[in-house]
């Protein structure tokens, strides 16, 4: 350590450790749609704009696929999912999503079929934003792109 130093040799040492750590793998959005064709159209539009995605079939296995212990749940910054699901549809998968250790997770609804009832639902439940099928891409991309820090 010199005399101009600010810093010791050891914190030198850990402050270049630091700087050194590979950075953490980008966050991916999880895509939940029961229907396979809109679930693989919808990884295919968000991927070719470099946005990473993992998807589900059902809010049952989205919410496995979030849960505390699955390596996923680190890696998933956001949810799309459809509203209308066998068994667990988009609200109900939107609720238990705020009831747990991931309430902050943001969330779009991407839905063909939906009243206004829904909407306000959804948005009661702090939805980023409700997409009506046919979806806007260049929205849903540029919603995707923020909420996973991606930029504009």
Known sequence: ???HDILSDAE??????????PALPPQRALIVD???DARELLAEILALDGIGC????????????LMPDTDN???????????????VGGLELIRRVRESQRAA??????SGDASVKDAIAAMHLSVVDFL???????KLLQLARR???MGP
């Open 1 to 3: 350590m010199s005399d």
């Open 12 to 21: 030198q040492e850990a402050l270049r450790d630091v700087m050194l750590e």
């Open 34 to 36: 029961d229907d396979k």
């Open 54 to 65: 993992v998807t589900a079939s059902s809010g049952e296995e989205a919410l496995r696929m």
């Open 73 to 87: 749940k680190r890696r998933i910054g956001l949810v799309i999912t459809d509203l209308r699901m066998e068994h």
């Open 105 to 110: 997770l943001p969330i779009i609804i991407v």
């Open 132 to 138: 009506l099928k046919p979806i806007d891409t260049a």
């Open 147 to 149: 909420e996973l820090g």
